[in-house]
């Protein structure tokens, strides 16, 4: 009530004084308005008088100059008539209610011959008056021989001023009584209700009954309080959940790795600062309009290393991809980040076009990528795109270097394949610097790994870190025996090291994972999976009892047509499942710039439809392929529907997407179809792991997923999740950052000790 008052009083005295200022400018403008009016036609007037009166006045006839003022000076509004002797006598006067004219003010004979008439306004006791006096000559001549005085009553002037106030005053007093009205009706729908409705449902949160989101406004006002109350509702279920977690899993004897627990492990642990290296960067801004948006990339890499970079206050060093990332960035090309809190630094690095290229579309992605995966797509090697690619390897280098400045203890976790080359810049410019690789697709075989032509410089560039990290023991193994066989080296096997010109770089697995809470909360639908599965479908304008899921980018890697031909042996082989069982195949388009999935993309959609084409009923398709960008929440819907997630990759690190629908399924149901090609199948061996060319084996296991005795099908899904629970993202990150800030730094013999000598020209292909 108070605020309310408040306002009010704010808004009748500012109104007032606004209206008050605007009513007096009105006023002198109506005045001078009235004023210049009444002179012009005062003067009209006289040059009429003029010529009637200067030859009475030329003959000295006083009875002839009473009778014409007498005769003109009854005209309506006109006080009188006088004529004045030069020196000021009065010669005539019209009969007024004033006893006496005033007199002109000007002694008139000493004026300039030819002079033109005065106008004034005057007071005659109370009555407001306008006085004009124009000088008479004698014909022929510029001698005056008298004056005419004209005198008009301006009392209406003062009328009409005091009318435009009396009007002024009745609209501020109706506007006050409206804008009380209108103010407190404001107050109360749009501030007083959503605050008292936030205030109850806050309420409701400390005792555990309120909904997920406040019921406030999403406008312009309330849009960052919203914000914030939406932020501290995540942290405090978050912290709720992890509590709660934390107290069941103490019972059992397990501890789980959070978000909170990994800053307390990395601020124990790190004695410098953190640099990540990647080429996605975690924020990226884009021009929305006349706007610029900020954009959060899906990335499990992101949700794995904030926690690391906010506990202590690192550096992210990425590409800045998005086409506002240059205005929104200092001199020195830091941003920090998260917008709402910023706890980290972002610094950007350009490349030009023609590297961008290169480096990724090339030499990354059509070359290491099916080199490392091998799917049955050639890698295609450019001399072009190499060059590209350690152009862009050195940018970073000369970024990362920058950014250490004379930082001691410092620790650098470069990400994933694009960044070969860049361990061994690092420690080149800085051998004391604690550098770690993580690669998070596979390694192939020492054979397969041949065909590149620059493998040993690829090597040699991987080699400059003290950890290389894979997700699975094999990827370590390949990449150990693809040393051995191209480089001059020691392999410990026992240890897992590389020992090579004097430097000791360890390999090691780190099987990464998701963030089991945030995905369970994002899952978590009031809705029954039936009533999620029946939503859904009727949506894609279908009927089905059974529903599948696979969720991908369009990558000929993902086995995707190798799925769509298990549905159809499915189908061929158990004809029953026909109109009862549709497989939903949500794609994400990929790498659109390079050829082989561009092509790829047709071949999905030319696939789906010839299956759909073949088996298809009025209101029934046996797949539905949504080949477009999903919002997570949308996936969310479409894993906790499904009766069985598929995941059928030719050649994988991990895949996250196994570890996602698991982490998603709070109701212990549904199956997982995974592929024996993927890190993940280490892992959770409680899915059906198939091999996805076989298609009567991908055929049988929808069947044995579709059929399966409920409580097995539970118990396979409570072990998957209590590994997914407590192998979590977090946990990864954790043990990826204590193995790094326990490595014994080994100076390389072929170390530059000199920074002046940074950069290197080229990395040396040793052995």
């Known amino acids: 009530m108070k605020l309310s008052i408040r306002l009010i009083l704010f808004l009748v005295v500012g109104i ?34 003029e010529e009637i009166v200067e030859p009475a006045v030329e003959r000295g006839s006083r009875e002839q100059l009473r009778h014409l003022v007498e005769r003109f000076g009854n005209r309506e509004s006109l006080a009188g008539l006088a004529v004045y002797s030069p020196g000021g006598t009065v010669l005539a006067q019209s009969s007024t209610r004033i006893d006496r004219l005033p007199p002109p003010p000007v002694p008139w004979p000493q004026t300039e011959p030819g002079g033109q008439g005065v106008s004034e306004f005057l007071r005659l006791g109370d009555e407001p008056m306008h006085a004009y006096y124009l000088p008479l000559h004698a014909q022929g001549s510029d001698k005056i021989d008298g004056v005419l005085g004209i005198f008009h009553d301006a009392r209406y002037i003062e009328t009409q001023s005091e009318q435009i106030w009396r009007d002024t005053l009745w609209h501020v007093l109706a ?24 205030a109850k449902w806050m309420k409701d949160l400390r005792s555990g009954r309120a909904g997920a989101r406040p019921p406030l406004l999403q406008d312009e006002f309330f849009g960052p309080l919203s914000k914030e109350v939406v932020n501290l509702t995540r942290s405090l279920a978050e912290a709720r959940a992890t509590a709660e977690e934390e107290a069941r ?43 610029i948006e900020t954009v959060i990339p899906a990335s499990g890499l992101v949700t794995a290393l904030e926690p690391i970079l906010r506990a202590c206050d690192g550096t992210w060093i990425a590409f800045g991809s998005g086409d506002a990332d ?55 090697f450019r001399a072009s795109d190499w060059q590209a690619y350690q152009d862009a390897n050195r940018k970073f280098a000369d970024a990362v270097i920058e950014e250490l400045g004379g930082a001691e203890h410092a620790l650098v976790l470069i990400q994933d394949y694009h960044f070969a080359l860049l361990p061994r810049m690092v420690k080149q410019a800085r051998p ?23 493998r040993r410089e690829l090597l040699d560039g991987l080699l400059g870190s003290d950890l290389v990290g894979f997700h699975t023991q094999a990827h370590c193994n390949n990449f150990l025996e693809t040393v051995d066989a191209a480089l001059e080296s020691r392999i410990e096997w026992e240890q897992f090291a590389v020992k090579r010109t004097g430097h000791t770089t360890s390999v090691r697995p780190f099987p990464i994972s998701v963030d089991f809470r945030e995905t369970q909360a994002a899952a978590a639908i009031s809705a029954s999976p039936y009533e999620l599965r029946s939503n859904l479908l009727k949506k894609l304008g279908m009927k089905a009892l059974f529903l599948g899921i696979g969720v991908d980018r369009i990558d000929y890697t993902k086995g995707i047509l190798e799925r769509f031909r298990g549905i159809e042996r499915f189908l061929e082989m158990y004809p029953s499942y026909r109109n009862k069982f549709t497989f939903v195949q949500i794609g994400a388009p990929s790498r659109t710039h390079i050829p082989r999935y561009r092509d790829f993309l047709v071949e999905v959609e030319a696939e789906a439809n010839r299956i759909n084409e073949r088996f298809q009923g009025p209101d029934w398709k046996p797949i539905a392929p ?31 997407v196994a570890k996602e629908f698991v982490a998603a399924r709070e109701d212990e149901e549904g199956a997982l179809i995974l592929s024996q090609f993927t890190g993940a199948s280490r892992e959770l061996r ?49 043990n990826l950052i204590s193995e790094l800030s326990e490595m014994r730094i080994e100076e390389a013999e072929s170390a530059v000790l000199n920074p002046e000598a940074w950069p290197p020209h080229r990395v040396a292909a040793n052995g």
């Open 686 to 734: 409680d899915a059906l792991v198939v091999n996805p060319y076989d298609a009567d084996e991908l055929a049988e296991s929808i069947r044995l997923a579709l059929e399966m005795d409920a409580s097995e099908r539970r118990l396979r899904m409570q072990r998957m999740r209590r590994l997914v629970r407590e192998h979590n993202v977090y946990h990864w990150a954790g």
């Open 249 to 291: 899993l103490r019972e059992t004897g397990v501890s789980m790795w959070t978000a909170e627990r990994l800053r307390v492990s990395v601020q124990k642990k790190l004695l410098g600062p953190l640099f990540v290296v990647s080429n996605r960067e975690p924020y990226m801004h884009v021009r929305r309009g006349k706007g």
């Open 326 to 380: 240059q205005a929104t960035v200092d001199r020195k090309d830091h941003l920090r980040v998260p917008p709402d809190r910023p706890e980290y630094t972002l610094r950007r690095v350009w490349l030009p076009k023609a590297t961008e290229q290169g480096y990724y579309y090339g030499f990354s992605n059509e070359g290491l990528w099916p080199l490392c995966h091998i799917a049955h797509t050639r890698p295609v």
């Open 16 to 49: 007032t004084v606004v209206t008050f200022v605007i009513a007096r400018n009105q006023v002198r403008a109506e005045k001078r308005g009235l004023r210049a009016d009444l002179e012009r036609r005062v003067e009209m007037y006289a040059e009429t008088l």
């Open 432 to 454: 004391d610097v604690r550098v770690a690789i993580f690669w998070h697709i596979p390694w192939p075989n020492p054979e397969a790994f041949g065909i590149c032509p620059w």
């Open 626 to 656: 949504l080949l477009r960008h999903h919002h997570h929440d949308e996936i969310m819907l479409y894993y906790r529907a499904a009766d069985l997630c598929m995941v059928t990759s030719l050649h994988d690190g991990m895949n996250l």
């Open 175 to 198: 506007q006050m009584l409206l804008i009380v009205f209108v103010t407190f009706l404001i107050i109360r729908w749009t501030v007083v209700l959503p605050l008292s409705r936030t």
